[in-house]
């Protein structure tokens, strides 16, 4: 038996369930990206709104490339379990927000379609830092990319979510319909401004006049997410199914916390997010450097240290005390001296909360799947905070360490000789950059600082930076993670 909508009243008492008539909701959000995140954040928030009444704001996600969510969803009813574990338990809910799926590259025309319609007032995205096909030292589109050289050529048939937006928006132009208001979701910083700049700019190069419409007229609100969401295992899926008493293809396994932080800027609408829990303001800037700098900055230099050395997940990487003592050390020596929070914000209190969630026993969030696209994230999680912190003329020691352990981690061997499975965008060169460089760290590191997408022009030529950095990656090689991190932590 599959979960079902049909399904639904045969389910367990103590699991929750859509508390709405699913026929009144009308979708009135796409969401392109829809993964495990979204799912365990956003989706359950509207969820709330659905549930409070809010009927015109269901949402229909889209996959840019891959069938697996749909192929999952779509024989659901498009209904899945939302798991939130914490060493005290387990707590399932079955989410019904979501009530369209589809994938891009099968149907552009269906979802271009959906993205036009008159009840659609948002898009909202979580494609991650390189969905967005800018560059992520500069923050502007990158005109080269090949996505976005064919969308360029092919507008009705785009590959890219900048391709989308743009077809989408120019759809709703024509057709006399305002703009959906485009509500990025993933780290990147200053999202909004970030991804309005690289719209605009795409626009621009369609059409001149097109290009000042969207300037003028399309809301690009930052805002700023955080859940700790895992990618779901097949153990997941069989013990959520087990407890539902039917099958459930795709769950979704995430932590108790939550935050969503969001400028308030939707010209055509939107939910009540505030009574669902998130926090709307002004200027999400100072949120977004603290998750970024504190969370991301530390799970990354969790992922790569942790990696090496030979711990599969991020609980079993801080159960190491020495571990543990390097990224709180990190976190209030080197990272919060950098964040100008508004008064009444309590960085002390979320520090702590950031080391219990990362030592949850019930997540198993592999390190090796945070260490993914590292080219992408060093800009935003770690390379922002070190520029500050170099700024001011203060050390970065143990954040140096982090690019060291990306550095050591992209030379492609691990510490037992072992191949390591690198997913980035920059997979081939730096596999080419490791194999000219050697394992030899006086040698590898200046050739990985010479990547200027990842690194800019100032920091490869600041001793400030390339010392700590090429010392720490010289003890990786030499000693292993192990005995570094141990030497940093004291």
């Given at each position: 038996m599959r979960l079902s909508r049909a399904q639904l009243g045969l389910l367990p008492p103590r699991i929750g369930r859509p508390a709405y008539d699913l026929d009144k909701t009308r979708i009135g959000i796409v969401h392109l990206g829809i993964g495990a995140f979204h799912r365990a954040?956003?989706?359950?928030?509207?969820?709330d709104c659905l549930a409070r009444g809010e009927t015109g704001w269901a949402i229909a996600g889209a996959s840019l490339r891959s069938p697996d969510t749909r192929d999952a969803l779509e024989p659901q009813d498009n209904l899945y379990t939302l798991s939130v574990r914490s060493a005290a338990g387990e707590d399932l809910r079955v989410i019904g927000a979501v009530r369209e799926s589809h994938v891009a590259r099968e149907n552009p025309a269906a979802l271009l379609a959906r993205m036009a319609a008159p009840d659609t007032k948002i898009v909202s995205l979580t494609v991650t830092e390189k969905g967005y096909c800018h560059d992520p030292a500069t923050g502007t589109l990158n005109e080269a990319h090949p996505d976005i050289l064919h969308d360029l050529a092919h507008?009705?048939?785009p590959r890219s979510a900048i391709g989308y937006l743009a077809r989408a928006l120019r759809l709703r132009r024509v057709a006399g319909l305002a703009p959906f208001t485009v509500l990025c979701c993933d780290n990147l910083p200053s999202n909004g401004r970030?991804?309005?700049r690289v719209i605009d700019r795409f626009a621009a190069l369609i059409d001149k006049d097109f290009g000042a419409w969207v300037a003028g007229e399309v809301a690009c609100p930052s805002s700023m997410v955080d859940r700790i969401v895992p990618a779901t295992t097949d153990e997941d899926r069989a013990r959520i199914s087990a407890l539902l008493g039917m099958e459930d293809r795709w769950p979704v396994v995430t932590e108790p916390f939550l935050q969503w932080v969001i400028e308030d800027r939707f010209p055509q609408g939107r939910p009540d997010l505030a009574a669902s829990g998130a926090e709307m303001a002004a200027?999400?800037?100072?949120f977004e450097h603290m998750k970024l700098r504190l969370l991301n900055g530390s799970h990354s230099t969790i992922a790569y240290l942790g990696y090496l050395a030979g711990y599969e997940t991020v609980s079993d990487t801080v159960a190491d005390p020495d571990f543990a003592r390097l990224i709180r050390a990190m976190m209030d020596d080197e990272i919060t001296p950098t964040l100008h929070m508004p008064a009444g914000a309590n960085l002390a209190g979320y520090k702590d909360a950031l080391m219990a969630r990362f030592a949850n026993p019930a997540l198993?969030?592999?390190?090796?799947?945070?260490?993914m696209d590292g080219s992408q994230k060093l800009p935003q999680r770690l390379l922002g905070t070190i520029r500050d912190r170099l700024a001011k003329g203060a050390p970065i020691d143990r954040l140096a360490l982090g690019i060291a352990g990306w550095m050591r981690y992209v030379s492609g061997t691990d510490e037992k000789g072992a191949a390591i499975d690198i997913r980035d965008p920059l997979a081939e060169k730096l596999a080419t950059v490791a194999a000219n460089a050697g394992p030899a760290a006086e040698r590898l590191a200046p050739a990985l600082m010479d990547i200027a997408e990842i690194f800019g022009t100032d920091l490869p030529a600041d001793p400030r930076f390339t010392n700590p950095v090429?010392?720490?990656l010289e003890s990786l090689f030499a000693k292993g993670a192990k005995q570094t991190v141990a030497a940093r932590a004291r």
């Open positions: 954040h956003q989706a359950m928030m509207i969820e507008p009705d048939a970030t991804v309005k200027d999400v800037t100072p198993r969030h592999r390190t090796w799947q945070i260490a090429l010392a720490g």
